[in-house]
T-cell receptor, first 115, second 112 residues
Framework: QKEVEQDPGPLSVPEGAIVSLNCTYS??????FMWYRQYSRKGPELLMY????GNKEDGRFTAQVDKSSKYISLFIRDSQPSDSATYLC???????????????FGQGTILTVHP | DAGVTQSPTHLIKTRGQQVTLRCSPK?????VSWYQQALGQGPQFIFQ???????QRGNFPDRFSGHQFPNYSSELNVNALLLGDSALYLC???????????FGPGTRLTVL
């Protein structure tokens, strides 16, 4: 079983739709959770960084963590064509409460928002 | 303020050859991590350099080696190239062994 699993999609939605992107993870010791966005032919850029369960909101983006289910989500409200990209969930290696910066990524979900 | 820079942008090599990729971290960052991203996959951690030493390593063979210089820049070396080494190689920098990593645009390596 992979440590982090993500449905690769692709996902195609109309402009203005609410998008839901999801990942599951296997290790209950994971404490930090991240979402990266990667445009074609570019490196990933950090979108959201969350710790513990619950929601974190940043503009049109909301990251949600459910540790009991080992499930993380990213919601995009009022999606725009400029949101078309690959979205990657990432979890840093963590031991004894100390994080060491080694990121484990999901496969990435390809999102297209069409006008 | 320049972000993470990588060179070259693209590279084509043949099986068995050796390649060196270069990375300059974001200003103020002292830690460099390297990732391999195959087509349609998420990045996979290769190794991390801090204080000119390899601090962590992913599940990659010894053909993959690296170096960090006193100015914090880094090199990734791959020996005896295989077709399966074709991928986008990403460099990420951070301050210390932290999680907030900033990625460069990557070097696309094609092995023929």
């Amino acid at each position: 079983q992979k440590e982090v699993e993500q449905d690769p999609g692709p996902l195609s939605v109309p402009e203005g739709a609410i998008v839901s992107l999801n990942c599951t993870y296997s290790n209950s010791a994971f404490q930090y959770f991240m979402w990266y966005r990667q445009y074609s032919r570019k490196g990933p850029e950090l979108l959201m960084y969350t710790y513990s369960s619950g929601n974190k909101e940043d503009g049109r983006f909301t990251a949600q963590v459910d540790k009991s289910s080992k499930y993380i989500s990213l919601f995009i409200r009022d999606s725009q064509p400029s949101d078309s990209a690959t979205y990657l969930c990432a979890i840093p290696y963590n031991a004894g409460g100390t994080s060491y910066g080694k990121l484990t990524f999901g496969q990435g979900t390809i999102l297209t928002v069409h006008p | 303020d320049a972000g993470v820079t990588q060179s070259p942008t693209h590279l084509i090599k043949t099986r068995g050859q050796q390649v060196t990729l270069r990375c300059s971290p974001k200003s103020g960052h002292d830690t460099v991590s390297w990732y391999q991203q195959a087509l349609g996959q998420g990045p996979q951690f290769i190794f991390q350099y801090y204080e000119e030493e390899e601090r962590q390593r992913g599940n990659f063979p010894d053909r993959f080696s690296g170096h960090q210089f006193p100015n914090y820049s880094s090199e990734l070396n791959v020996n005896a190239l295989l077709l399966g080494d074709s991928a986008l190689y990403l460099c990420a920098s951070s301050l210390g062994l932290g999680d907030s990593q900033f990625f460069g645009p990557g070097t696309r390596l094609t092995v023929l």
